[in-house]
């Protein structure tokens, strides 16, 4: 799917109420609205020359409803893939929105206490449009709606996902992410040589220079938001860092 040479940049839009916002892990109601408009965020990404945009349903997350109506449309305007996270981790789940023509589901850490379950969940859709969202804090895996995340180390839930048949690890620092203080280079480092998955950094993205550590690194992606919409760097600047 991915070459050493290549960093794959995802532009993100985190959807809430129809809005594009930005929220704490704790507390949706204090979201920060960056744009109110998804569609015309989607088209400048698409125009800038983004080749996947990186989408996540807030409201699915926090089990307050689902912008699947949404990203069903802006999956049909786009001439570019989407990836798609937000309180996933069921067939039904992924069945749903690869039906609105989502390329890539990440299905949550929650997917992988029932090993038998996500075994067979991977057996009814093609490799290349799953992958596992992982959300680490204290070095312990993260999960809203699975309690006993607390439990497992990243590596652990990462593994079992790669032996199910998952090739595609979405990772997120907790402690990065939102701070624009650079991404968790060492512990994603980490997991590409523990699981040998393709590893997307998201969280903590500050510069074009970060991008070029994690590209160096060896990382498949990088999924990038709170640093193009407070304008660190433009999404043309990072592409061309990444092309060159």
């Known amino acids: 799917m991915y070459n ?27 979201a920060t609205v960056y744009h109110p408009d998804p569609f015309a965020v989607a088209d400048r990404f698409v125009a800038a020359g983004a080749r996947w945009v990186h989408v996540v349903d807030l409201d699915r997350a926090f089990g307050v409803g689902d912008q699947t109506s949404l990203i069903a449309a802006l999956v049909k305007r786009l001439p570019v893939p989407v990836q798609l996270g937000g309180g996933l981790w069921t067939a039904d789940d992924v069945a749903e929105l690869r039906d609105v023509g989502v390329q890539r589901v990440l299905l949550g850490a929650r997917a992988v206490a029932d090993p038998a379950s996500l075994a067979e969940l991977v057996d009814q859709f093609a490799q290349d449009c799953l992958g596992l969202a992982l959300d680490v804090k204290d070095g312990r895996v993260w999960a809203r709606n699975w309690p006993a995340a607390a439990e497992w180390l990243p590596e652990a839930v990462a593994g079992l996902a790669r032996d199910a048949g998952i090739r595609v690890l979405a990772v997120t620092e907790l402690g990065h992410e939102g701070r624009l203080k650079g991404a968790d280079v060492a512990g994603a480092t980490g997991l590409v040589r523990a699981t040998g998955m393709d590893v997307i950094v998201s969280g903590g993205v500050n510069s074009v220079a970060d991008l070029a550590r994690l590209r160096e690194c060896g990382m498949a992606g990088a999924i990038v938001g709170r640093a193009l919409f407070e304008k660190q760097f433009t999404l043309e600047e990072a592409l061309v860092c990444l092309s060159s």
């Not at 040479?5 to 916002?21: C, K, M, N, R, S």
């Open 4 to 30: 050493s040479f290549l960093l794959e940049l995802y532009p993100a839009i985190d959807i809430h109420a129809g809005q594009v916002v930005r929220a704490s892990r704790a507390d949706l109601s204090s």
